[in-house]
């Protein structure tokens, strides 16, 4: 089981948000970000922020960092570390199948992440054999295109997709980006895509979508 930062709400927990970092970072990295989300009390959610496993990252010369996959070059369509986004996705799915055993149904079990932590959280999410309460993907892309359409999940065919990127984005392309929202609508999905003017980070406005988004999905249940 992943190593994870977890954060109670004051309230017995209605809702799990599962928020997977970026390459390099940690699970601390998006701690900061619940106060920011002005959740109403009505709506208490736990936060699961995981740790990804330190390993060397072939892109930065083999340098050991917490990654979720190994980045293999500087075209993040290229060449894809399947087997690492796998194993990362396994690991993941044991904390959604933990917060399920803790009473949260699977329809308010959320999974977020960021760059890398994106990738996961697309990856494994359109293929959950249970429906999951939505999606947020931010900074991301879809990591092995091609295999979606032969692995998604009947249970997961009308998922709630949020999608933000910055137009001036250096590290993960905002083209890419908007290959992976064209591969899910070619696909059936409807994601919600958002574009914001900065690089790859997450501003005011993002959060300000994200919390509409959470408390949307959760209100319509």
């Known amino acids: 089981m992943l190593e994870c930062i977890v954060k109670e ?60 996959y190994d980045i293999l070059e500087a075209n993040l ?7 690492g986004v796998k194993a990362s996705a396994k690991a993941v799915m044991e904390l959604i199948e933990r917060e399920h055993a803790r009473g949260i ?60 990127h910055g137009d001036y984005d250096p590290i993960v392309p905002l083209s890419l980006a908007l290959e992976s929202k064209s591969l899910l609508e070619q696909l059936g999905y409807q994601p919600q895509f958002e574009r914001y003017p900065m690089p790859h980070s997450v501003c005011g406005e993002e959060v300000v979508a994200i919390r509409e988004f959470l408390i949307k999905r959760l209100r319509a249940q």
């Open 9 to 68: 709400p004051a309230q017995a927990a209605v809702a799990s948000v599962i928020w997977l970092h970026g390459l390099g970072a940690d699970g601390n990295d998006f701690v900061p970000l619940i106060p920011e989300l002005r959740l109403p009390a009505d709506l208490p959610i736990r936060f699961v922020f995981p740790h990804a496993p330190v390993q060397p990252v072939t892109i930065n010369g083999g340098y050991a960092m917490r990654a979720w």
């Open 77 to 83: 369509a290229r060449k894809v570390d399947e087997s």
């Open 105 to 164: 149904p699977y329809d308010k079990i959320f999974l977020a992440g960021f760059s890398q932590g994106g990738a996961i959280t697309l990856h494994l999410g359109l293929r959950y054999p249970k429906t999951l309460g939505g999606l947020l993907a931010l900074s991301t892309y879809v990591p092995v295109p091609e295999k979606l359409a032969a692995e998604r999940s009947d249970a997961m065919r009308n998922a709630n997709i949020f999608m933000a």
